[in-house]
């Protein structure tokens, strides 16, 4: 179904997210898109297991997006880090922070994201999600202490930003470094395709 050829505009595209990792990665595949955070909290959600968590947030996160915005495509995301049956949110501070890194110190862990794509104009929507392993190397005390007291890790997944200093710690990674970021962009491009949304003329003017 080609949107240009129906009779719809364009549609606009919204993030449901306040994330800077996540615009930006919009802006490098060049989609044009206004930003309305989602109020959703984690309490907010009843949940089993990390892939449940996270697919039921991005979901719950679109479906508040929808009732402020009129025809729009919303697209919503939430992450997490899980070291073996631990999952690892944002961290509360600095010492939550150092404690998470000391926990990811040489050894593989998984990056959950859940993605939901939304269609407000036609009730279309999709949720999916995507695991990435990633090995941290080895961290001394003075190497946490110091990336910590930078300030990158608050507010990031496991208290580390890959696309940041923090990528200085990561050895290896199979699958999707962009879902390590926090935003798959295959998986992304292939959920506009399943409800619908010619996502290539918007990106390329076909």
Request: charged letters at 25%; hydrophobic letters at 40%; glycine letters at 10%.
């Amino acid at each position: 179904m080609n949107l240009h050829s129906t009779g719809r505009r364009a549609p606009g595209f919204v993030l449901a997210s306040a994330s800077p990792a996540r615009a930006a990665l919009l802006r490098q595949i060049g989609l044009r898109f206004e930003v309305v955070p989602s109020r959703i909290r984690e309490d907010d959600v009843a949940f089993e297991g990390p892939v449940d968590k996270v697919r039921s947030l991005s979901r719950t996160k679109a479906q508040h997006v929808a009732e402020l915005v009129k025809d729009k495509v919303i697209i919503a995301a939430d992450t997490v880090v899980v070291l073996g049956e631990d999952i690892l949110g944002k961290p509360e501070n600095q010492d939550d922070a150092k404690d998470m890194l000391n926990l990811l110190s040489g050894r593989w862990h998984h990056v959950v994201t859940g993605l939901t794509v939304l269609d407000t104009y036609t009730g279309a929507s999709c949720t999916s999600h995507e695991v990435t392993a990633v090995r941290m190397k080895e961290l001394s005390p003075f190497a946490i202490r110091a990336y910590v007291k930078s300030g990158e890790p608050l507010g990031k997944a496991g208290a580390y930003a890959i696309q940041g200093r923090g990528g200085m710690f990561i050895e290896s990674i199979e699958g999707c470094y962009f879902n390590v970021v926090g935003l798959p962009l295959a998986k992304l491009v292939n959920i506009f395709c399943e409800i619908g949304i010619n996502i290539y003329d918007e990106l390329f003017g076909g």
